[in-house]
């Protein structure tokens, strides 16, 4: 039998944030439950964004102020684009579960009640199977809703000279 135990909170300990999953000991315990798990807070946000964005319907993840910062850090040489992943996923790790809470811009005409549900179906199935904690619940806010016409202008690939 496995025994979950979990590290999480602020201090100065170097394990805060990470979920720990630690199994039996000793000779008669099976290989797979002899050691220590940790997994991170970020693991988690990273797993719960990539199930977010692969549901038909949602256009992109975060709040209006986060998805326009997190453009002007893309274009920046430099500027740390990879949190794109984790752009509008909060997760709070406690002993056994997870909590997960997600700002998304659903696409014009899809049924936000049908999107949400399969949002949370999915966030939940991904990281219930890849971490082994239990999602106790995935909240999600509708911050926006993408209109066709309102595609993002392009910068022309071409000068003004050639």
């Keep these: 039998?496995?025994?979950?135990?979990?590290?999480?909170?602020g201090g100065s300990r170097p394990d805060a944030g990470v979920s720990a999953l630690k199994g039996r000991t000793g000779a008669g315990a099976p290989a797979e439950t002899?050691?220590?798990?940790?997994?991170?807070?970020?693991?988690v946000a990273k797993i719960a964004?990539?199930?977010a964005r692969e549901v038909p319907?949602?256009?992109?993840?975060?709040?209006g102020m986060a998805r326009a910062f997190g453009a002007m850090r893309e274009r920046v040489p430099g500027g740390g684009g990879g949190g794109a992943v984790t752009r509008g996923v909060k997760v709070e790790v406690g002993e056994r579960e997870a909590a997960v809470d997600l700002d998304v811009v659903v696409e014009y005409g899809v049924s936000i009640v049908d999107v949400a549900g399969g949002v949370r179906t999915?966030?939940?199935?991904?990281?219930?199977?890849?971490?082994?904690?239990?999602?106790?619940?995935?909240n999600i806010a509708v911050d926006d809703v993408h209109l066709p016409d309102e595609e993002e202008q392009a910068e022309?690939?071409?000068g003004r000279v050639k």
């Design 57 to 63: 319907g949602i256009f992109s993840l975060g709040a």
């Design 34 to 43: 002899r050691g220590r798990t940790t997994i991170a807070d970020g693991v």
């Design 49 to 51: 964004g990539m199930a």
């Design 122 to 138: 999915n966030v939940i199935n991904a990281v219930e199977r890849m971490t082994g904690l239990e999602v106790v619940e995935v």
């Design 1 to 9: 039998m496995t025994e979950n135990i979990t590290s999480v909170g």
């Design 156 to 158: 022309p690939d071409e």
